[in-house]
């Protein structure tokens, strides 16, 4: 009978403790309202888009330069403290752009939440391990890409809500998404704050060099690849799906933005349906599969110029992208079990990829129109096929 309620008292333990977590996993999804932000930046300001993708692009240049430092942040002063950090630093960024929406003010802003993100995906992910592990540790994860993805398609719901309703009178607007974030990012800290999390002793001490050398193992690499294509094909859906409809139909921005909250549907779907299939189905089979549906929707968007098969294509690719980072970040961590700190930083690091795929989706975009875009993104969807094969089984 103790035992039992031992055993309920632990498993209750566990729930609080997660309910902070996620919620740290829904301010985690506040980097994704960029795509929407930039749409509209661009709109104000009358960008090209090459001009407009520079936005995502620098949101995810820092990822490149805080990911591995921030592994070795967590060395020194633990996961818990460092998740904090990364909030405050996405609170201080998403209140700047309530103050103004000039081009500074929002290169400023996006600067800030590209930072604040890349400490979060770093330091949030490793921590979940020390609440959950082993073969249920892809499902968790996915779980929180789940509750990520529900920030992640309110963004442009809420900016259209901003848009065109009462907000416009106070100065807001659109921007009206950044203050509603922002209190959830101040909840997001005081709950994390009061919830003790016991955490397992720190990786041992080690340099950014020694972290690179990481990516000489070839499996490490496969997966830092593989990363930075899903990030790319994340955040060119995001940027180029109203585009693609804007210039293959003619809608205003306000309703070719529905795209947007399409592609986050789905996959915010594929990740809540990911979260209980990655626990019976094989990682290797279920990310074919998810492949495949981004590899039939990169065809039907080169085909197709009517509305309903767009969005077709757009569902595909959010289902299908759902839940490829968890299967690789996951992959990666039980790949190299006693480095997960500096693996975690370089699968961050690899997001990186939001930075060069809109840029080049950009240059593509001005020079041939959306196709080009598109065209960009399908190599991220051959290499994560070429990827499947190289996935191992977790015991």
Same mark, same amino acid.
């Given at each position: 009978m103790e035992n039992n309620y031992n055993l309920v008292n632990d498993k209750k333990g566990q729930i609080m403790q997660m309910i902070p977590v996620m919620l740290c996993f829904f301010a985690m999804g506040f980097v994704d309202l960029v795509g929407t932000a930039s749409n509209y930046?661009?709109?104000?300001?009358?960008?090209?888009?090459?001009?407009?993708?520079?936005f995502p692009s620098l949101v995810f240049f820092w990822f490149l330069i805080f990911s591995v430092p921030t592994g070795m942040l967590m060395n020194k002063?633990?996961?818990?403290?460092?998740?904090?950090?990364?909030?405050?630093?996405?609170?201080?960024s998403l209140i700047i752009p309530i103050t103004g929406d000039s081009y500074n003010t929002m290169l400023i802003s996006f600067s800030l939440l590209g930072i604040g993100n890349a400490i979060m995906q770093t330091s949030l992910n490793p921590l979940v391990t020390n609440l959950i592990s082993?073969?249920?540790?892809?499902?968790?994860? $996915?779980?929180?890409?789940?509750?990520?993805?529900?920030?992640?398609? @309110?963004?442009? !719901?809420? /900016? &259209?809500?901003?848009?065109? $309703?009462?907000?416009?009178?106070?100065?807001?607007?659109?921007?009206? @998404?950044?203050? !509603?974030? /922002? &209190?959830?990012s101040f909840l997001s800290i005081s709950l994390?704050?009061?919830?003790p999390i016991e955490e397992e002793r720190p990786d041992k001490a080690s340099g950014v060099g020694e972290c690179l050398k990481l990516l000489g193992r070839p499996f490490i690499l496969l997966c830092f690849l593989g990363i930075m294509c899903h990030v790319g094909i994340d955040v060119g859906t995001n940027t180029t799906a109203p585009k693609i409809i804007m210039e293959r139909l003619g809608l205003p921005l306000e309703e070719a933005s529905f795209s947007t909250s399409i592609y986050f549907i789905f996959r915010t779907a594929g990740c809540f349906l990911g979260a209980f299939?990655?626990?019976?189905?094989?990682?290797?089979?279920?990310?074919?599969?998810?492949?495949?549906?981004?590899?039939?929707?990169?065809?039907?968007?080169?085909?197709?110029?009517?509305?309903?098969?767009?969005?077709?294509?757009?569902?595909?690719?959010?289902?299908?992208?759902?839940?490829?980072?968890?299967?690789?970040?996951?992959?990666?961590?039980?790949?190299?079990?006693?480095?997960?700190?500096e693996v975690s930083g370089l699968m961050i690091m690899g997001l990186f990829g939001g930075t060069i795929f809109p840029l080049a989706m950009g240059y593509a975009a001005d020079a041939i129109g959306q196709v080009g875009a598109v065209a960009v993104m399908t190599i991220g969807v051959i290499y994560l096929t070429y990827y499947t094969l190289k996935i191992k089984q977790i015991k």
């Open positions: 930046v661009q709109k104000d300001l009358g960008l090209t888009d090459s001009q407009a993708n520079l002063i633990g996961r818990k403290k460092t998740v904090l950090l990364s909030l405050i630093v996405t609170f201080v082993g073969d249920k540790l892809a499902s968790t994860l $996915t779980f929180g890409q789940f509750v990520k993805a529900i920030a992640s398609f @309110l963004a442009p !719901i809420l /900016a &259209v809500w901003g848009a065109t $309703t009462y907000f416009p009178t106070f100065g807001l607007g659109w921007r009206v @998404l950044f203050a !509603i974030y /922002a &209190v959830i994390l704050t009061a919830t299939l990655l626990r019976s189905m094989s990682p290797k089979l279920f990310f074919g599969i998810s492949v495949m549906m981004m590899l039939v929707a990169m065809i039907m968007l080169f085909i197709f110029d009517t509305l309903t098969p767009i969005y077709i294509s757009i569902a595909l690719i959010g289902f299908g992208n759902s839940n490829v980072f968890s299967v690789i970040f996951s992959q990666a961590l039980v790949y190299t079990p006693n480095e997960k700190n």
